[in-house]
Every structure is written in structure tokens, then in C-alpha cells.
């Protein structure tokens, strides 16, 4: 068993911080990359932050420069940094990690997201 868990949203005024959490868990060999997720009302999921097993990191050019993705490998937890969020970040953020839970069984595990809302 394998469990992936998002914690850290909540509601903040524009140009306000939240960090956001997520932890796997469980039979786990190794995790490749890790990333954030988020889903908008009547939008669908776009990718906002990936990282790798070795730091390497992409951003949504919507969100490069104000959020900051990072991993300890060691928690298998991975975190977002978010900076001068705005009300369009609104959404429900979503964890994803590519695990290898033996050499033959690799699969992408979802948490089950946490909202956050920003106010203008």
C-alpha cells in the first residue's frame, strides 16, 4: 500500500504565502519525479511544478518566480513554496509521485488535494 498525502491550503489574501506539503508513504523503493498539481473551477488540471529525484525542477510560466517546488528524498515528501499568490491560483492542488514500489511495479500516485483560495 501506498498512500500520498497533500496538507497547507487554506485561505489568504493576495499577496499572501502558503506552503504546501506532501508526504508518501507506505512499500515504497523509490520515487522518481514529484509535482504539483492544480485544478480549477470548470478548468481542467494543469501541471504547475515538477521536481526530480536529483533537484531538477520545472515551472508553469504562470507561477515560475513567485512559487518554489522542493523535495527531501529522504521524508519522500515534497513541498511548494507560494509567494505573492493571486485570486487565478485559486484552485485544488493536487500531488502527484512517480513511485517504484519494486523494480517491476512503478505507478503515479495521486493525493487527494487540498484547496486553496485566494482573496482579492
Known amino acids: 500500500q501506498v498512500q500520498v498525502v497533500e496538507s497547507g491550503g487554506g485561505l489568504v489574501q493576495a499577496g499572501g504565502s502558503l506552503r504546501l506539503s506532501c508526504a508518501a508513504s507506505?512499500?515504497?523503493?523509490?520515487?522518481?519525479?514529484m509535482g504539483w498539481y492544480r485544478q480549477a473551477p470548470g478548468k481542467q488540471r494543469e501541471s504547475v511544478a515538477t521536481i526530480t529525484s536529483d533537484g531538477s525542477a520545472n515551472y508553469a510560466g504562470s507561477v515560475r518566480g513567485r512559487f518554489t517546488i522542493s523535495r527531501d528524498s529522504a521524508k519522500n515528501t515534497v513541498y511548494l513554496r507560494m509567494n505573492s499568490l493571486k485570486p487565478e491560483d485559486t484552485a485544488v492542488y493536487y500531488c502527484?509521485?512517480?513511485?517504484?514500489?519494486?523494480?517491476?511495479?512503478?505507478?503515479?500516485?495521486w493525493g487527494q488535494g487540498t484547496q486553496v483560495t485566494v482573496s482579492s
Open positions: 507506505g512499500s515504497i523503493f523509490n520515487i522518481n519525479i
Open positions: 502527484s509521485a512517480d513511485i517504484l514500489r519494486d523494480l517491476y511495479d512503478r505507478r503515479l500516485y
